[in-house]
């Protein structure tokens, strides 16, 4: 289901008069973590001022240790429905378990898969049933093969609306958090008519390439971005401010992107 051979034309996920997959670039940005009421709302009035169309955060985090923040659930999905919804913007929050799938349709119109459950064949069933717009992560060690693969499942469960995200994969540098493989956007958009979205922020881990990854993605066709945007990166609650760009940096670069392509 997921192959051009089936479906030649592009799928266009339409969402509250937002195009996804079409002739426009979409923008969603946002924090990596929603961390309280007043900082997902500051944070939309920015993401809206800079022209983006969703607002990113997520609620639950997928955390390397234990130990370490763990997202504010079900409050944090609150939080970011409110934001979303004062702003005028759609939202997109990241669900790890199945059981969590309800919950997190019922708040966002978007449910992100991140690369460390891409493989999480329990959660991609539940996600085939969810009715809600799917954004599946690249797992970090996937092949293009594997990630349509995993495509195929939430597709075959009922739900024609997935989109296929680049988020960087591991390599042997370690001058960057991970290697963005920007062959995977038109390799993906050849073997499959799903939308492909670009993430430069976990791609690189660096907040100075944000900018040029961006701009590069764009260029080799994305049909959308998803941009980690903090007002204070040095205290953010995830280590994820140093990828994150500041607000001015954020607005600046949708800017140049309306030069390169029109933005919904
Ligand atoms: C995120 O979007 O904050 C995230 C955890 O992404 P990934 O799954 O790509 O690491
Ligand atoms: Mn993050």
């Known amino acids: 289901l997921a192959s ?8 266009v ?19 990596c973590a929603v961390e309280s009421a007043a900082q997902i709302d500051e944070i939309a009035g920015l993401v809206k001022a800079a022209g983006g169309q969703v607002l990113r955060g997520g609620a639950f985090k997928p955390r ?17 429905a409110e934001a979303g919804q004062k702003h005028n913007l759609l939202t997109i929050t990241e669900v790890m378990t199945p059981e969590y799938v309800d919950i997190c349709a019922e708040y966002a119109d978007i449910l992100q898969v991140g690369t460390r459950n891409m493989q999480n064949f329990d959660l991609l069933r ?3 049933e969810c009715g809600k717009p799917v954004l599946l992560k690249r797992g970090f060690s996937a092949t293009y093969d594997e990630l349509l693969n995993a495509a195929e499942y939430i597709l075959a469960g009922g739900n024609p609306n997935v989109m296929l995200c680049e988020r960087g994969i591991r390599t042997f540098e370690s001058y960057t958090r991970n290697t963005l493989d ?14 492909v979205i670009s993430d430069p922020s976990h791609g690189t881990g660096r907040r100075e390439l944000v900018e ?3 701009k590069a993605s764009v260029a080799a066709g994305a049909n959308g971005l998803i941009i980690e945007m903090h007002t204070d990166p040095d205290n953010s609650m995830t280590g994820d ?24």
Do not use: C, W
């Not at 051009?4 to 799928?11: A, G, I, L, M």
């Open 182 to 195: 920007l062959s995977a956007i038109p390799v993906l958009q050849s073997l499959s008519h799903l939308p």
């Open 64 to 80: 390397t240790g234990p130990y370490s923040f763990q997202g504010t659930g079900v409050e944090g999905l609150i939080m970011m």
């Open 126 to 128: 539940k996600l085939g």
């Open 241 to 264: 401010g140093v990828q994150s760009l500041f607000p001015d940096q954020f607005a600046n670069l949708l800017q140049d992107l309306e030069k390169l392509a029109p933005i919904v």
């Open 13 to 31: 996920i339409s969402i509250k008069g937002v195009d996804i997959g079409g002739k426009e670039l979409v923008v969603m940005g946002g924090p």
């Open 4 to 11: 051009r051979d089936f479906h030649p034309e592009d799928t």
């Open 212 to 214: 040029p990854m961006t």
